[in-house]
């Protein structure tokens, strides 16, 4: 299916192709008829994804099938024309599997700062929105990283080991970006084996928010509630009076990411412990800050208490709260994610017009990200298709910049 379908409409593809009637597929998943008619025909939002993911299951399909993902990374002067392929290539080495590197089976080994250098990099351009620029930058840098690993002992060897375990964790968290769900598990799998040997409770931390994001990105939210509680025990020694920024951002982060599994799993009591815990470790800290590339702080809780409660279905609150979270010094991709946020609450609530102009803002100053969520596409493809007469020219420009109308 091309990307001009709805979310409601792939919904009906796949419901009739699987022989299932409106009223059987809404039985399976405790929903009228109604219901599942008017999602079908656009009449509904279907963006909780706790409610998409339930008809996949019924469906039968991943969850990626009703989001239209993976989505394909455009050309620019940023990727070049080496984009997942090549990345894809990277992490399926056999050299990372069959721990035949050495004897000049990779490249000599990198300096480690150079190698950290480049780490900065590219993180710093995955939160600038430059997904272009970080996918094909990766297969570079996961190379590198390896030899830097393979041709270093001792405590070298461990901060290579970290730097490598971090180049997977990118990986991981771009890939999920495009929603390139089982890339993005090999990633978070490969950057775990890399730095378990270290001991290192940061950043094996840090590497547990890889893990969670590969479990959101297939539907996995159950998992993902018990990967956090599990990370939390783990970090739990560690995090006492003396924990460091890095840890208290690491934990705090790793809590937000299991309030929003929480919420897409409909357990509000979950989702506000995860998140008192979050307001906890950014009140340890004192401030916004961007350790080991976190974001973390009062403001990155503040969004999740938007976005968790427009999944918990509290349309109310994310309009309520979104528009008065001051996001301007987060990195781009906080920004923008928050921004796609508010837009879907003010959608909700029929607020369209304020709703496309957060989102034409947001693709001005992200283009790369807007174009790459699945929030962005359905929401211009469902006004477009709730429009009662021609849409306007703003309206069609954006959906074709979008790649969701011809």
Not at 39 to 55: C, M, W, Y
Not at 147 to 175: E, F, K, P
Not at 180 to 205: F, K, N, S
Not at 259 to 269: G, K, L
């Amino acid at each position: 299916m091309n990307m001009s379908l709805t979310i409601g409409e792939r919904v009906a593809w796949y419901r009739r192709r699987r022989g299932l009637s409106q009223e059987v597929l809404a039985g399976l998943v405790g929903r009228t008829a109604d219901w599942l008619g008017k999602v079908e025909n656009n009449r509904i939002d279907l963006d909780r994804l706790s409610v998409i993911k339930a008809l996949a299951d019924v469906l039968d399909v991943g969850l990626g099938d009703l989001l239209a993902e993976p989505t394909l990374l455009d050309w620019t002067g940023d990727s070049g024309t080496s984009t997942v392929p090549a990345l894809r290539a990277a992490l399926t080495d056999y050299r990372a599997v069959t721990q035949l590197a050495g004897n000049g089976s990779r490249d000599e080994a990198p300096d480690t700062a150079d190698v950290r250098r480049q780490v900065d990099d590219l993180w710093s351009a995955y939160q600038g929105s430059r997904f272009g620029y970080v996918t094909s930058g990766l297969p570079a840098l996961i190379n590198n990283a390896h030899a830097a690993v393979d041709g270093s002992d001792g405590t070298d060897q461990d901060q290579a080991r970290q730097l490598l375990g971090l180049t997977y964790q990118l990986a991981a968290t771009q890939l999920t970006k495009l929603g390139e769900a089982d890339l993005a598990w090999i990633a978070a799998d490969r950057g775990l084996a890399a730095v378990r040997p270290t001991g290192d409770p940061v950043i094996m931390g840090s590497l547990f928010r890889s893990v969670s994001h590969a479990l959101h990105s297939t539907g996995r939210y159950r998992e993902a509630v018990r990967l956090t509680e599990d990370a939390a025990a783990y970090l739990a020694p560690h995090v006492g009076t003396t924990a460091s920024p890095a840890l208290l951002s690491v934990y705090g982060t790793l809590m937000l990411a299991g309030s929003m599994a929480a919420a897409r799993s409909d357990d509000a009591s979950t989702t506000r412990t995860f998140l008192t815990a979050a307001e906890e470790a950014a009140a340890r800290l004192g401030n916004d800050a961007n350790h080991l590339w976190t974001a973390f702080g009062p403001t990155n809780v503040a969004i999740h208490r938007v976005a968790t409660a427009a999944e918990l279905g509290d349309i109310q609150v994310a309009v309520d709260l979104g528009p008065r979270i001051d996001t301007s010094a987060l990195p781009m991709e906080r920004r923008i994610r928050h921004a796609l946020e508010v837009a879907r609450a003010l959608s909700s609530w029929n607020r369209t017009d304020e709703a496309q102009a957060i989102l034409l803002d947001a693709e001005q100053m992200a283009p790369e990200q807007v174009r790459h969520h699945y929030l962005s596409r359905q929401l211009a493809l469902t006004w477009v298709r709730r429009q009662r007469g021609k849409p306007s020219t703003q309206l069609v420009g954006l959906a074709r910049r979008l790649n969701v109308l011809d």
